[in-house]
């Protein structure tokens, strides 16, 4: 296995444990650690460090070694309103000519995300929502926003799972509901509303949950 391959092992092993807050905020990351559990020396997994530092998932510290980031409620702010921006207009392509399938793709996650809402289950009902964003990201003809919105998304995520309870699951199976409507009905306008609408409201209610102070 190439040097290359390994270290996109080790950055995508590193990146799901800060996602699934299994690395915590602040928590160091030990190059050993993942070397050990990867099977590979520490050059791939310092290079995997390197590369989350750049996307800001990571501080290194001189002569201290790496820790996950500490996200601060100016953080989330300046991630959910980017989110509001770049997702809302693709939202607002995704609505102009769906397909079918992909219709029926959404329809089939709305229902399966309410069902994980009446059970209140937020990790099974968030597995739901990913692939609900990730449909209408299929959906954009414009491949540019789609690679902007990527490593956004990968921060929400890790948001989201550290403030679980800050999450209201009926109001964002609701929003889901209410993009899905617009774009069945070629609705670009509202699509774009519903959605920009849905990662306001989430940012409103993480900052207050999490940081208790309402932006």
């Not at 602040?26 to 993942?34: H, R, T």
């Not at 309410?114 to 990913?130: A, M």
């Not at 409507?181 to 900052?207: G, P």
Request: hydrophobic residues 35%; charged residues 25%; contains cysteine.
């Amino acid at each position: 296995m190439g040097k290359q391959n390994q270290a996109q092992i080790a950055y995508d092993s590193i990146l799901r444990d800060i996602k699934e807050n299994q690395l915590t905020q602040g928590q160091p990351i030990i190059e050993e650690e993942y070397a050990k559990k990867l099977d590979m020396s520490r050059t791939p997994v310092r290079e995997a460090i390197r590369l989350l530092s750049v996307e800001g998932f990571v501080t290194v510290y001189p002569r201290k070694g790496a820790y996950v980031s500490v996200l601060t409620a100016e953080d989330v702010k300046e991630c959910y309103e980017m989110m509001e921006a770049v997702e809302g207009m693709i939202a607002y392509l995704a609505a102009q000519q769906p397909s079918t399938e992909h219709v029926n793709q959404l329809t089939e996650l709305i229902g399966r995300m309410n069902e994980q809402k009446s059970l209140s289950n937020f990790h099974q009902w968030k597995e739901y929502d990913i692939e609900f964003h990730r449909t209408l990201h299929r959906m954009c003809p414009n491949k540019l926003l789609i690679y902007h919105v990527e490593k956004l998304f990968h921060k929400t995520y890790q948001i989201q799972t550290r403030f679980v309870a800050g999450v209201n699951l009926e109001k964002a199976t609701e929003e889901h509901q209410f993009i899905l409507e617009a774009i069945i009905a070629k609705d670009s306008e509202k699509a774009r509303h519903y959605t920009q609408q849905n990662w306001n409201r989430a940012r409103n209610e993480l900052v207050n949950y999490g940081y208790n102070d309402k932006l």
